[in-house]
């Protein structure tokens, strides 16, 4: 078995010297996590515009609004109840981001709400995703991953551009 070599930070020239970060003051602090926080800001790039220009070609050339309301191989009621479960996975996202993070201003969430709540709403988005599956994979078999993974991803990326 190979040795894994960690890497070390350098040692003070005394022992008894403080790290760095604890001579800093509470407003030195703050001012860093200001700085840092305007730093990462910015979320648009090359993935995410590549992303939303992938979502919009799929959604094109599949026809995808088309499908859903008109071609009759769709499982409609798997379909509705997949959505259903996406819209739930939307509202707690909704309530999470814009409601205590941007009117509120709380940034932990797990303090101020039922800890369980993230779990829950991820346990619906991958089964509003599975059961969206299902209801298409009629009209485009092993295409119907992809298809939604792509316009999944362009959906998330284009929410991450909202200022919130």
Known sequence: ??????????APENEDEEPLISKLT???REAMDTML???NRNNLNASTVLWMIAALIVFNMTDFANVLMND????????????GC??????????????????????????HVHPSLIPVATIFA???????????????GGWTIPILFVLFMGTI????????
């Open 1 to 10: 078995m190979t040795e894994v070599r960690r890497r070390q930070f350098p």
């Open 26 to 28: 509470d407003e030195e």
């Open 37 to 39: 926080a305007k730093k």
């Open 72 to 83: 009759e191989r769709i499982k409609e009621d798997l379909l509705r109840w997949g959505c």
């Open 86 to 111: 996406i819209l739930v996975n939307i509202i707690v996202g909704i309530y999470l981001i814009v409601g205590l993070s941007y009117l509120q201003g709380k940034r932990d969430w797990e303090n």
């Open 126 to 140: 991958v089964g509003g995703f599975v059961l969206c599956t299902i209801a298409l994979w009629p009209v485009w």
């Open 157 to 164: 990326m284009g929410f991450s551009l909202m200022p919130f």
